[in-house]
C-alpha cells in the first residue's frame, strides 16, 4: 500500500546503539536513550512515570492531541528532572526528531499499528499498548515492518516480565502438570456504561480530527465515542476481548505452548447490561482449535462483579498430569492428580510494569529480542480479531495459518483489515 504522509525516513540506529552498556546509576547525558512517549493521558502518563525511574533514558518530548495531557504529563517530568520536555501535538514532529531512538505509543487502537510502522520507518523503535494491532493484518504489517528496518517492537503485556510469569514457566516447561492440553482465560468486571449523550462541541484544546485518524470521520464529535468511551466502537477500539483481553489470552497461549495461529474459531456473545449504541458484546466465549489438537478458551464477562478462582483476571492451565491457576494479579496455584493436591504456588508477587519496560530499553541497548516482540504480539492479537471476526459473522471459521486467511470464506477476510481515512494509510513494508 502507499505511504501517504511526510515521514522523514533515517538509517537504522542499530550500529550505533549496538554495544551501549552502561549503568543507569552513571549514565552521562550523551550515554542517555532519547525517549518520547505519544499518548500521555492514562496509561502513557504511568509510561511517562516508568520511563523516569531510569537515570540512562532522556524524555526529549511529549505528544498528544489533547493539550490538558501534555500539561500534566510535562509537570510530571519537571518535578522529577527540572526541566519540562518539548511539547508536542501532532506524532510527526516526534518521528521527525533524530534524537529520539524509541517511542512509546499509548494511544487508542485505531492508532497503534499505523503509528509503530511509521516510526519504524524513522529509524525509531517502539514499546506500543496492547493490542498493538486494531485488525489482523496490521499484526503482520508489524512483524514485517520489525524485520525489514531492523527495530526492536515491545508489546504492552507487561505480565511477560513478572517474577510470577518466569517461576509459572520454570514449572512447566518441567512438566510439574504434564503436557497441558488446554488453557482458559477469563475477563470478569462489572462494566459501568454512561446513557448515549448527544453530540456537542470538541472540548478546549483537543485535535479532534488528528485524534479520529485514520477511522471514519463525520465531522462531529460525541462525548460518548472520547476518552474512556471510544473502545466501545469499532473504528477507534476492539472491546472488552481487544481492552483488557489481550492480557489473559496471550498468558493463555503462552502457556498453552502454541506458537502458531489456530485453525478453527468459535465464538458466541450476547449484551447484558450494556446499553446504547455499544458495538460490543459484555459477554462473550470463544474457542480456538490448533492443529496439534491443543484448545484455548476464552470467557469475558463484563456484567459480573464476582470472577472465578478468587480472581477477576485470570488464566487455568489444564495438564496430563493436574493445572495450574494463574492470575496476572500476581498469583499462581499448582494442583496435581485426581485429589487436586496442592503443589507449588506463588502470590503477591510484581505485576511486571516497570521491568517490562526496563526489557525493552534494555533491548534497545543490546538489540536482542524483547520479551514480547512483535512476533509473539501478532500470535496474541490475532486471538482478539480471529474471535470477535467469529463473533460478528455468527459461525464455526476455519483458518489457515501459513496464509493466515479463511478457508473459503470472502465475508471474514473482508473483516482482516480495514479502510483507513487519507491521508493516514498504513505503509506495507515488503
Known amino acids: 500500500m502507499k505511504r501517504s504522509i511526510g515521514i522523514t525516513r533515517r538509517e537504522a540506529l542499530g550500529a550505533a546503539t549496538a554495544g551501549l552498556a552502561i549503568r543507569a546509576s552513571a549514565a552521562s547525558p550523551n550515554d542517555q536513550l532519547g525517549v518520547s512517549i505519544i499518548g500521555v493521558g492514562g496509561m502513557g502518563h504511568g509510561h511517562v ?22 500539561e500534566r504529563a510535562g509537570q510530571t517530568v519537571n518535578r522529577a528532572r527540572g526541566a519540562t520536555p518539548v511539547q508536542l501535538g501532532d506524532f510527526r514532529r ?48 508489524l512483524v514485517d515492518a520489525a524485520k525489514k528496518y531492523g527495530r526492536i517492537v515491545q508489546h504492552g503485556t507487561q505480565m511477560r516480565s513478572s517474577e510470577v510469569t518466569k517461576k509459572a514457566d520454570e514449572l512447566l516447561k518441567q512438566g510439574i502438570i504434564g503436557e497441558v492440553k488446554t488453557t482458559k482465560a477469563w475477563n470478569c468486571q462489572l462494566h459501568v456504561h454512561e446513557q448515549t449523550k448527544p453530540n456537542a462541541p470538541v472540548p478546549p484544546g483537543v ?21 474512556r468511551h471510544w473502545n466501545w466502537y469499532r473504528r477507534f477500539g476492539n472491546g472488552d476481548i481487544g481492552g483488557d483481553g489481550p492480557h489473559d489470552i496471550d498468558l493463555a497461549r503462552w502457556g498453552l505452548g502454541v506458537e502458531t495461529h489456530p485453525i478453527r474459531i468459535t465464538a458466541h456473545g450476547s449484551h447484558i447490561a450494556l446499553e446504547g449504541e455499544r458495538e460490543f458484546p459484555d459477554n462473550m466465549m470463544v474457542a480456538y482449535q490448533y492443529a496439534d489438537d ?13 470472577g472465578m478462582h478468587g480472581f477477576d483476571s485470570g488464566n ?9 491457576i494463574f492470575s496476572r494479579r500476581g498469583y499462581f496455584q499448582v494442583y496435581l492428580g485426581k485429589d487436586e493436591e496442592k503443589g507449588p504456588g506463588m502470590s503477591e508477587g510484581p505485576r511486571g510494569h516497570p521491568e517490562h519496560m526496563y526489557n525493552f530499553l534494555d533491548s534497545v541497548r543490546s538489540r536482542e529480542q524483547p520479551v514480547a516482540n512483535a512476533e509473539i504480539a501478532h500470535l496474541s492479537c490475532g486471538l482478539v480479531h480471529l474471535g470477535e471476526i467469529a463473533y ?3 459461525r464455526v471459521l476455519d483458518f489457515d495459518p501459513e496464509q493466515e486467511q479463511f478457508i473459503d470464506d470472502p465475508e471474514a477476510d473482508k473483516l482482516l483489515t480495514k479502510e483507513y481515512r487519507e491521508p493516514w494509510v498504513i505503509p506495507d513494508p515488503v
Open 392 to 394: 460478528r459473522v455468527g
Open 294 to 306: 491443543k484448545v484455548l478458551l476464552y470467557e469475558d464477562r463484563g456484567w459480573t462483579p464476582y
Open 49 to 70: 512515570e516508568r520511563v523516569l525511574t531510569r537515570d540512562d533514558v532522556r524524555i526529549v518530548s511529549l505528544c498528544d492531541v489533547d493539550q490538558a495531557n501534555l
Open 316 to 324: 487455568a492451565f489444564y495438564g496430563t498430569e493436574g493445572y495450574m
Open 94 to 141: 516526534v518521528l521527525e526528531d533524530d534524537s529520539v531512538d524509541a517511542v512509546i505509543i499509548a494511544t487508542p487502537h485505531h492508532w497503534h499499528a499505523l503509528m509503530a510502522v511509521l516510526a519504524m520507518q524513522a529509524g525509531k523503535d517502539v514499546y506500543v499498548e496492547k493490542p498493538a494491532s486494531h485488525v489482523f493484518r496490521e499484526g503482520r504489517l
Open 207 to 227: 485535535n479532534y480530527d488528528l485524534w479520529v485518524g485514520p477511522a471514519p470521520f463525520d465531522g462531529v464529535f460525541n462525548p460518548n465515542h472520547y476518552n
